[in-house]
């Protein structure tokens, strides 16, 4: 018999008997499931017209299914107490209670809803619908949306974490005499801010459970008592013999236990001793600051126009910080133990090559201004003034501030009560004649072509000062500030008498010229007077107490060259206010025909002003 053909079982499946019947059937079926998943997904869509999507919680609160004006009057019933009840933060045996107004909580319901409602609504259609699908099988929560200060709740964690935070305290020795005795270590506890803040605002929109334990770290100590317990024969090899520091043919001998008191403790990265450096120099200094020469520093001394350097001398002094350096070395020997000590030397704080580098060599300007020798009380403070100022080095480009410079006039400085211009009148005040000071400093100023700063004039016009070039000053408020324009240092000097003062600059000069024109007087304003009734002069009779002023301005203007080339042109606009009129006014009444002779109590009263 013929074999029959063995047909294979895909040749089969592909043939065309086969293969059309069983294609039209999976398509069939698949476009029956395809209907009716779109079904679904129409039905979805109708279902939640205009509602949250299923599976949608706010918190712990179901809003899947609702309108978004339902969802919000569900929202608003649960949270109205969210805002008044506190947070609870609770550590050990100690709570604190966090209430939402401290830090301006506010819930946006509306915001909340919203954000809802669009959950599975946005992106293009295949995301929708893949979005939507997964509600159904895993339904997520969002928070409601908020806001507070943030900065009051870090304030609030900082101030509860300096109750709490403890730095761990590591295992160390303490040294009594030649005794050792270990310390124990302690753990350390820290509060960890970022999960406080994140439980805190979590706990806040919370509607259950408001409270939270406190989040605390522990910090472990880095030297454990074993570790210290290591250190004590290196100590005891320390405090075993005295040590004795030699000097020329001197010796000091210091004993273990002053040694004990040099020793400290540090970790790096393991527990070591150290020695206090401060106090191995203060025990030391006892016996050797004897031996110390003073170093001088360089000087300039003015010689009419010219200045003279008057050179720098090194200092000396016994090396401590060399001693203090072998110190580690000669404690770990056996006895006897000696360090030998040496001298080292001291610079300046000005060399005479800095001094000379400084380029102050000349005469820059000067102006002096004179005063009344019987008003001792100013006299004395112009004289604190000068000396205070005298001596001042001014770096190039630097601002120099008188006020800075002098500080407050006070009576625990030596000042005393002069007449100064308040409020445009003459009162006692401590510190008064500064002004004295300040417009002799800036015409100083003027005519060296300094960059003037800051500078006021009086209030009234005093006529003893050069008209447009006077300066006030009073501490806290009205300054005299220059700045020092030459590539050279400077050196202000001053000088005084009974009745004069005297400003002058010492630098390079570099050429300057200085020309100036003043305005005439503009502006017066008339003064007014006022009448004080005295009963010492006779009826009708008037005395003037104290001259009135007019008021005026002016404005003066300068020029600054340098090697014939202009560097500057300033105006200083001076507008001074009239000064009242003070008039003694007699009330006393002359009986019968003769006139009672008297010596008047209040006579004028003459001021020689500066302030």
Not at 154 to 181: D, F, H, M, Y
Not at 480 to 505: E, G, H, I, Q
Request: contains cysteine; glycine residues 6%; proline residues 6%.
């Amino acid at each position: 018999m013929p074999k029959k053909k063995r047909i294979k079982p895909l040749k089969l499946l592909l043939t065309k008997k086969v293969f059309i019947p069983w294609l039209k059937r999976i398509t069939f079926w698949a476009g029956i499931i395809l209907l009716v998943f779109a079904l679904l997904i129409v039905v979805d869509f109708l279902v939640h017209l205009g509602k949250i999507h299923y599976g949608l919680k706010v918190g712990e609160l179901k809003v899947g299914g609702l309108t978004p004006q339902e969802a919000e009057n569900l929202l608003s019933l649960s949270y109205q107490k969210v805002l008044k009840e506190p947070v609870k933060i609770k550590y050990k045996n100690k709570t604190w209670l966090f209430y939402p107004d401290e830090v301006r909580l506010k819930i946006n319901l509306k915001d909340t809803v919203q954000k809802a409602f669009y959950i599975g609504r946005e992106g293009n259609i295949l995301k929708k619908i893949i979005r939507r699908l997964s509600l159904y099988r895993e339904p997520i929560s969002i928070s409601v949306t908020y806001q507070l200060d943030k900065k009051r709740v870090e304030k609030r964690l900082r101030r509860i974490a300096q109750k709490v935070n403890c730095a761990p305290q590591n295992a160390t020795l303490k040294i009594k005499g030649t005794s050792i005795k270990i310390l124990p270590s302690k753990i350390g506890f820290e509060v960890d801010y970022k999960k406080a803040y994140a439980a805190l605002v979590e706990k806040m929109i919370a509607l259950k459970k408001k409270q939270f334990d406190l989040p605390v770290n522990i910090l472990p100590a880095k030297v454990s008592e074993a570790d210290a317990k290591k250190m004590i024969t290196e100590i005891k090899m320390i405090l075993s013999s005295p040590l004795i520091f030699k000097y020329d043919k001197y010796s000091w001998k210091v004993e273990p236990e002053e040694i004990g008191r040099w020793i400290e403790f540090e970790v790096d990265p393991i527990l070591k001793p150290i020695f206090n450096k401060e106090k191995f120099k203060k025990h030391l200094s006892k016996f050797t600051d004897e031996f110390r020469i003073e170093p001088k520093d360089a000087e300039f001394k003015v010689k009419g126009e010219r200045v003279e350097i008057e050179p720098s001398r090194d200092g000396k002094e016994i090396d401590l910080d060399a001693a203090y350096k072998e110190l580690y070395k000669i404690v770990k020997m056996e006895p006897p133990r000696e360090i030998i000590l040496n001298d080292k030397l001291v610079a300046p704080k000005l060399s005479t090559e800095e001094a000379r580098a400084m380029g102050i060599k000349e005469r820059i300007s000067s102006y002096t201004t004179s005063f009344n020798p019987r008003q001792t009380n100013r006299v004395n403070n112009i004289h604190l003034l000068a000396r205070a100022l005298d001596g001042s080095i001014i770096a190039p480009g630097e601002v120099f501030s008188v006020n800075k410079k002098v500080g407050p006039r006070t009576a625990e400085k030596g000042y005393k009560e002069a007449p100064v211009i308040i409020n445009g009148e003459l009162v006692p005040s401590i510190g008064g004649g500064a002004c004295q000071v300040g417009t002799t400093l800036f015409n100083a100023v003027f005519f060296a072509g300094f960059p003037v700063i800051e500078r006021t004039n009086h209030s009234f016009y005093i006529s003893h000062y050069p008209p447009g070039r006077d300066a006030t000053l009073s501490y806290g408020s009205l300054d005299l500030k220059f700045r020092n324009d030459t590539p050279a240092y400077v050196l202000l000097k001053a000088w005084y008498s009974k009745s004069t003062v005297t400003f002058a600059f010492y630098g390079t000069d570099f050429g300057t010229e200085v020309s100036y024109r003043t305005s005439p007087f503009t502006n017066f304003k008339p003064f007014k007077v006022e009448y004080i009734d005295d009963p010492n002069l006779p009826l009708g009779q008037e005395k003037i107490k104290d001259r009135g002023i007019e008021g005026r301005d002016i404005t003066v203007y300068r020029i600054v060259k340098r090697k014939g080339v202009i560097v500057r042109k300033d105006k200083f606009f001076s507008r001074y206010r009239p000064k009242k009129e003070l008039v003694l006014r007699g009330t006393k009444v002359v009986s019968g025909t003769a006139e009672t002779t008297f010596t008047p109590s209040l006579t004028e009263t003459t001021f020689s002003v500066g302030d």
